[in-house]
């Protein structure tokens, strides 16, 4: 299972730092990922990176804002996020698949957290 936190709410400039625990399963041979899911919005990719932390994806728009990181010997991810603007609002989602090529695409992620509610002011 995965679970999420982290999230809260917060004003548009400052960050937040979202965990993603896995228990029941490590990370090795997945690839971890968040997604995320505004109101009345489809749930879009985020950013992934492999087991072994070695790659990393970051969606376009977001690049400079977010980051991600793996801890294999806490079985953690993390997604840093900064700069955060009324726009970012949403559920994040964290998901593992053994999955690569087609990381962006939801249905291709085995497991998924909770999600966790990030509310950003202006």
């Known amino acids: 299972q995965l679970q999420a936190s982290g999230g809260g709410l917060v004003q548009a400039g400052d960050s937040l730092r979202l965990t993603c625990e896995a228990s029941g399963l490590t990370f090795a041979g997945y690839t971890a990922a968040w997604f995320r899911q505004a109101p009345g919005k489809d749930r879009e990719f985020v950013a992934c990176?492999?087991?072994?932390?070695?790659?990393?994806d970051i969606a376009g728009s977001l690049k400079g804002r977010f980051a991600i990181s793996i801890d294999n010997a806490d079985n953690t991810v993390y997604l840093d996020l900064s700069s955060l603007k009324p726009e970012d609002t949403a559920v994040y989602y964290c998901?593992?698949?053994?999955?690569?090529?087609?990381?962006?695409?939801?249905?291709?992620?085995?497991?998924w957290g909770q999600g966790t509610l990030v509310t950003v002011s202006s």
């Open positions: 998901a593992a698949g053994r999955v690569w090529n087609s990381r962006r695409l939801t249905k291709h992620y085995e497991y």
């Open positions: 990176v492999t087991w072994d932390g070695d790659s990393t």
